[in-house]
Nanobody, 124 residues
Framework: QVQLVESGGGLVRAGGSLRLSCSAS????????MGWFRQVPGKEREFVAA????????YYADSVKGRFTISRDNAENTVYLQMNSLKPEDTAVYYC?????????????????WGQGTQVTVSS
C-alpha cells in the first residue's frame, strides 16, 4: 500500500520561506513522477510543481516559478518543495501526489496516490 505523508506546513509572514516534505512508503519515489498541488476552500485543486522519476524534468506553475523548487532525495524516499518569497495568495492546503510511472505531468487527474495535505498560511 502506498502512503504519502506531507509535513513542514505552518504559518509564515509574507516574504518568508517554508520547506514541505513528502515521505513515501510502499513505493520508491525514484520510480514515480511526483507532484505538489494546492487547494483553497471553494476552489479546484491546482498544480504547483512536479518532478520526473529521473529527477531531471521539473515543471512549475507560472505563479510559483522562480520562487518554489521541487527536489527529491531517493535515499530518503522523500520529495521536497522549497518555497521562498511566500505571498498571502500562496495560502492553501498543499498535497503531495505520485504516479505509477516516471513520466511527469501536470494534470491532477493523472496522479494515482495522494497524501492528506499540510496547511500553509502566509500572513500579510
Amino acid at each position: 500500500q502506498v502512503q504519502l505523508v506531507e509535513s513542514g506546513g505552518g504559518l509564515v509572514r509574507a516574504g518568508g520561506s517554508l520547506r514541505l516534505s513528502c515521505s513515501a512508503s510502499g513505493r520508491t519515489v525514484s520510480s514515480s513522477a511526483m507532484g505538489w498541488f494546492r487547494q483553497v476552500p471553494g476552489k479546484e485543486r491546482e498544480f504547483v510543481a512536479a518532478i520526473g522519476g529521473s529527477g531531471g524534468t521539473t515543471y512549475y506553475a507560472d505563479s510559483v516559478k522562480g520562487r518554489f523548487t521541487i527536489s527529491r532525495d531517493n535515499a530518503e524516499n522523500t520529495v521536497y518543495l522549497q518555497m521562498n518569497s511566500l505571498k498571502p495568495e500562496d495560502t492553501a492546503v498543499y498535497y503531495c501526489a505520485a504516479r505509477r510511472t516516471i513520466v511527469v505531468v501536470t494534470q491532477k487527474e493523472r496522479y494515482d496516490y495522494w497524501g492528506q495535505g499540510t496547511q500553509v498560511t502566509v500572513s500579510s
